[in-house]
């Protein structure tokens, strides 16, 4: 099996893990009272998300896999590690607020407002670059970031009108 296709299965089981939480999170939350915002751009974030993941296996799973990009995307992973303990049952892959919950402002949130973003950007990026997959970096980048704009924006305005 080659570091390729090892590196890909541990994004891929990553990610359906995520899931998984993010279900049981998102639950939890809807019960405790909480309201989901701006669902009409999530399908696009799956989309999104999904096209890159098959790409890469498409495009990558034969391909040899460079040390420092590789480096740089274990240090996106413990970043990830970070935002998920950090907003531990708080986090979903949806835009999910508990109105009257103040904004959590430990962990990355005490230097950056939006840190899972910045992970995702560099993640979208960096795990083709590993793989040398310049063009598909840049691709998906670019509609990463006209994704985020949107989600951002919604984002931003739910916590806005539910802050206490």
């Keep these: 099996m080659s570091a390729a ?5 541990f994004v891929t089981l990553g990610r359906l893990a ?3 939480l993010a279900r ?3 639950r939890a939350l809807l019960a405790e009272g909480a ?3 701006a669902p009409g751009h999530y399908p696009l974030i799956v989309l999104l998300h999904a096209l890159w993941l098959a790409g890469l296996w498409v495009f990558g799973w034969n391909q040899p896999v460079s040390a420092l990009w590789f480096a740089l995307f274990m240090g996106l992973q413990a970043a990830r590690v970070w935002v998920l303990m950090t907003l531990g049952p708080r986090w979903t892959t949806r835009i999910i607020v508990l109105p ?3 904004l959590v402002a430990r962990g990355p949130y005490r230097f950056v407002r939006h ?14 670059l590993c793989l040398g997959l310049t063009w598909f970096a840049i691709i998906f980048s670019l509609a990463n970031l006209g994704v985020l704009a949107i989600r951002i924006r919604a984002e931003s305005t739910a916590l806005a009108r539910a802050a206490p």
Aim: glycine share 6%; charged share 15%; no cysteine.
């Design 100 to 102: 009257g919950a103040p």
């Design 5 to 9: 296709v090892i590196l890909l299965a």
């Design 35 to 37: 309201v989901e915002h």
């Design 24 to 26: 049981r999170n998102t």
């Design 18 to 20: 995520e899931l998984v």
């Design 115 to 128: 840190p899972n973003y910045l992970v995702v950007i560099g993640e979208i990026a960096v795990l083709p």
